[in-house]
């Protein structure tokens, strides 16, 4: 009896059988096509909210300020984002690489000596807001807290991978991400 052979990607297949950081376990990275269609799709909902408004005989500011709004939430969504269409955060099987704006650094898990992690809280109170700054990534971040992330990785050699709050800010669970690192690098 002839057994199956699950059909696998080439290109994946021969990448991790050349990259030396081996198979790619997981990836962060803003994609272009989603950022686009996103936007796109915001700015047709803005124009038929005032294309909607002008056809009305009453409350026509009310459309017209709300489909402007939507738009303007297009603009800044596509601003936000433009810095980090060229970043990308590959974890590996046997390393790290980061890729920003066609500079490469690649270390392997043995190379990391830290993952430096600067974490701001700020907490809405209603009438006041409480800013706190520590180093903890575990700690669970509260209902009214924004919680902001500044990762370093840095390497035996001097290297060092700097992961900004506008780049964790597209990575869906940034606590998983740096236990992730702390766990293959052997760090506690």
Do not use: C
């Not at 050349?18 to 198979?23: A, E, F, I, Q, S």
């Not at 297009?74 to 890729?99: C, I, Q, S, T």
Request: no cysteine.
């Amino acid at each position: 009896m002839a057994k199956k052979r699950r059909h696998r990607d080439t290109d994946t297949e021969a990448d991790s059988a050349t990259d030396p950081l081996g198979k790619l376990l997981q990836q962060y990275q803003v994609s272009l096509a989603g950022l686009l269609l996103v936007a796109g799709v915001l700015i047709l909902i803005g124009l038929g909210i005032i294309i909607y408004g002008l056809t009305r005989e009453t409350h026509v500011l009310v459309f017209l300020a709300v489909g402007a709004g939507v738009m303007l939430l297009a603009v800044v969504l596509l601003g936000m984002n433009v810095f980090n269409l060229g970043r990308r955060l590959e974890l590996r099987k046997r390393g790290v690489r980061y890729v920003e704006f066609g500079t490469t650094t690649e270390l392997f898990w043995d190379e990391i000596a830290d993952v430096e992690v600067n974490r701001t809280d700020d907490t809405y109170l209603g009438v006041a807001s409480v800013r706190k700054r520590s180093s903890d990534a575990a700690s669970p971040t509260g209902l009214l807290t924004k919680t902001e992330w500044d990762v370093t990785i840095h390497g035996h050699d001097g290297r060092t991978i700097r992961l900004r709050s506008t780049f964790l800010r597209t990575v869906p669970d940034p606590k998983k991400l740096i236990s992730q690192l702390r766990l293959r690098a052997g760090l506690p």
